[in-house]
């Protein structure tokens, strides 16, 4: 696999895209109306302002969960061929884990683990 292959995927990529938005557009009819437009709160109808500011803290918290919910993604590969690589997977995996460790503290340190 060359840089050529990697442009074909590539605009393959964008030509699907671009084709599947156009096809909707083209296959649904746009309505416009008030209750379309309004946030959907659970059924219930919202009263005074809806656009709130959100603590950046809660972002940052589900930022550091998609990091470790993505680790897990990467170790279960590991877990499958560790048997035949054997202790070099063992040291990646430590190294893996250190790393994602010192940010874990790094995350700690300035206060993005703190739900309030």
Sequence with gaps: MGPASMIVLIIAAVVFSLIAIFASKFVLKA???????EPYECGVPTQGKT???????YYLFALIFLIFDVELIFLYPWA?????????????IIIFFFILFIGLLYAHKKGALKWT
């Design 51 to 57: 656009w709130v500011r959100f603590n950046v803290g």
């Design 80 to 92: 499958v061929a560790v048997k035949q690589v054997g202790w070099i997977a063992l040291v990646e």
């Design 31 to 37: 309505t416009r109306n008030k209750q379309k437009g």
